[in-house]
């Protein structure tokens, strides 16, 4: 298996480009499925997930094809196109391995008017259950069954009828497959409680470019009138404000200066004021965000939210940012309760960070020596590049295919703005 080393201790300095979107492109390629006409995504980012989503479709009975594969191309161009469903179910082995694949589940019903999709399994971060996928499905009409690990949805009549459903608790996966299930409704859905995130709002912006009518974008409440059909467009995926984020932190805990070239200051207002409380300067480019620092970061107090919140997905990286600050930070996961795998790999680091529940207290240490760590999940890994990157002496992180997941071209991007890391092929 693939490993990255890093020799801690160079500050970053330069321009880093922000890739499109992971979690925007994981629920962009399903709508794929809701129209006979091709889907042209752009700036796909180069990603294990994104090709897996792709076989996904493959299966489906959707082509693929895929510009841009030379592996000097950054943003991807992909055209899906399902002139006609051949299968409708989503097998276990492929959503195990990906957990996005559950969002096939919507836009199948909503075209085939039936979908069999195996329960996912997906990051090990504590307890994932799609009761409320199935919940908002139902409260459109749908028919729902369990059995043998999966979930079979049937639309009475070949298409779902509408109807109104308010999330208990804000969820970005179940508003992403009920959003796609009821763009070709017989008649008017209603979200309400809807998650918000930016990844939501590409989600519906690209759904109105297929001809769906979609009000509310961007609030709470969604209303969405279906329609007969869906026509094919092109589609430019929103860059990666978690991507971008990581990245800052890096910057942050290196002292240094980068620009995150494409990203959006709209779209992560609350890691951007946690950058400036720990005492990051922040400045809008014409490309994108500078963010400089000198000295060692201010502590933060920071809890995960659902958007416009602190985002889950950000925990972990400013954690690692904290464990080298100059006091004692406090972090409170909301979202999940199992968010914390990295604390014993940091804790190999010499961090000093205390769990009790739901809460984590970082106390700043004056350096950090590198080891060999294992990544758990994507951002966690994330989170041990960052501290290895301040460490002193050399810090393995294994286990890199979470990064992969998630992070386009990782070592190159650190590379160009002075880091000292690398990627040691198993091959
Ligand atoms: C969540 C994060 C998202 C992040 C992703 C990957 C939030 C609101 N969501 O999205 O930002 O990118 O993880 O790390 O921050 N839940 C249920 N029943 C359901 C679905 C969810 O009880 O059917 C609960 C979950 O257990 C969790 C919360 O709702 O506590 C939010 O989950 P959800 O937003 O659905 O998770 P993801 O879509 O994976």
Redesign the pocket.
Known sequence: MDQIVIRGGQRLKGRIPISGAK?AALTLLPCALLTDEPLTLRNLPRLADVDGFGHLLNQLGCSTTIEGSRPEDFGRVMTARATTLTSTVAPYDIVRKM?ASILVLGPLLARAGEATVSLPGG?A??????????KALEAFGAEIELASGYVKAVAPGGRLAGGKFTFP??????TENAVMAAVLAKGTCVLENA?R?PEIVDLCNCLVAMGAHIEGIGTETLTIEGVDRLHGATYRVMADR?EAGSYACAAVITQGDVELVGAKASEMEATLAALREAGATIEDTKGGIRVAMSGRAQPVTLS?A??PGF???MQAQFMAMATLGTGASLFTET??ENRYMHVPELARMGCDIQVKGRTAVVRGVDHLIGAPVMATDL?ASMSLIIAGLAAQGQTEVNRVYHLDRGYERLEEKLQAVGADIERISAG
């Open positions: 979690n957990r990051c971060i504590g307890n994932r259950p799609i009761d409320l996928h199935l608790v804000v969820s970005v996966g179940a998650a995130e978690i995960t659902p958007y985002a889950t997905d979202i999940f951002r």
